[in-house]
């Protein structure tokens, strides 16, 4: 296994703002992109925060990222709004979107906002828990630029990793916020297995033949750069575990984030998309306020209840108690803002080629050895 150092989170934040600040991002876009994706590493999602430079820069390189886009509002009503991306990063877009739902939402009860003309996002989570942080109810899904999942019973790739993101707020606790990729694991998480030389478990990625793939590497290079085989859904290839379900949920998180909003389906975009064009990606965000429902503090004290029994149910072992969805991610918040971020040795070198490629500085200075 590949060596890690932990870097703090204010460290990692400098570094990608240095990094965008040289692509040419505004000041003020490349500050809440950067709190983004820190916020992602932050919770243990090391699949979508600063490892993802390394496709922002390939993205870059190719003239497909509009580094400098800023993302605008082309048509809305009381309680929708579709929004065009500019063929920016994801990230601003996503953030000026949800923050529209949360305002629809305190307005008129339920805000849905469509983004078309986008790119990677991040972690769809981030922006779900938004809404729940104001006491509302984040929904969020998303396509991606990468085929890499293959339909039930078939062994071509048709569809990305579509994720679905759902928060809710609570009142003792911190919010239940559900944050899945409609594949069986996230295509970066791949990624995050071979920049580790890790193996991986068995039913994620299947080859051609419709085998499994475990060498980290050769499942990497089969996802990033062939055409056959591929992440399996929710659920694993076939019907008999629900694969069939996972399927059907990437469908519709292509639904609600491509074809709501007039974003691309991937295998016919890539039927003509030259190197330069961008991908196009669409995203989903609804806020859904519980007050138009019932009493606030009804609902806060019924999820806790929810939330406490879930807590209190006996567990296999005593050191793996029963979690609801959102504690991982809140538990690796608090260990990482006290002793930092793991980061590979080699994405630690692929950082410092990025950051000299642009003129920037390379900041990454371990604390320790992880």
Known sequence: MIASETVSAEVIRAQIEAILRAWGMSEETLRRTAEVMVETDLRGIDSHGISMLTQYAQMQ????????????????????ALIDGGAGLGHPAALMGMNLAIDKALAHDVGVVSVFNSHHFGAAGYYATMAAERGL???????????????????????????????????????????????????????????????????????????????????????????????????????????????????????LSGTLSGGSFSPIRNLTQKPSDPDNIGHFFMALNPAAFRPLDDFWSDLDVAIDTLHATRSVRDDEPVLVPGDPEWISREERLANGIPIPETLMLKVREIAEAAGAPFLLKPTRAA
């Open 61 to 80: 390189d190719a003239g497909q990222l509009r580094i400098r886009a800023e993302p605008r509002i082309v048509r809305q009503s009381a309680s929708t």
């Open 137 to 255: 109810i984040g929904v969020v899904s998303s396509t991606t630029r990468v085929i890499s999942v293959v339909p039930t019973n078939g062994v071509e790739r048709v569809l990305g990793t579509n994720p679905i993101a759902i928060a809710a707020p609570a009142g003792r606790h911190r919010p239940v916020c559900l944050d899945i990729s409609t594949s069986v694991a996230a295509a970066n998480k791949v990624k995050v297995y071979a920049l580790q030389d890790k193996d991986l478990p068995a039913g994620w990625v299947m080859d051609r033949e419709g085998r499994n793939v475990t060498d980290s590497g050769q499942a990497f290079r089969q996802i990033f750069e062939s055409r056959e085989g591929g992440l399996t859904p929710i659920g694993g290839a076939g019907t008999e575990m629900g694969g069939h379900k996972g399927y059907g949920l990437g469908l519709i998180a292509q639904i």
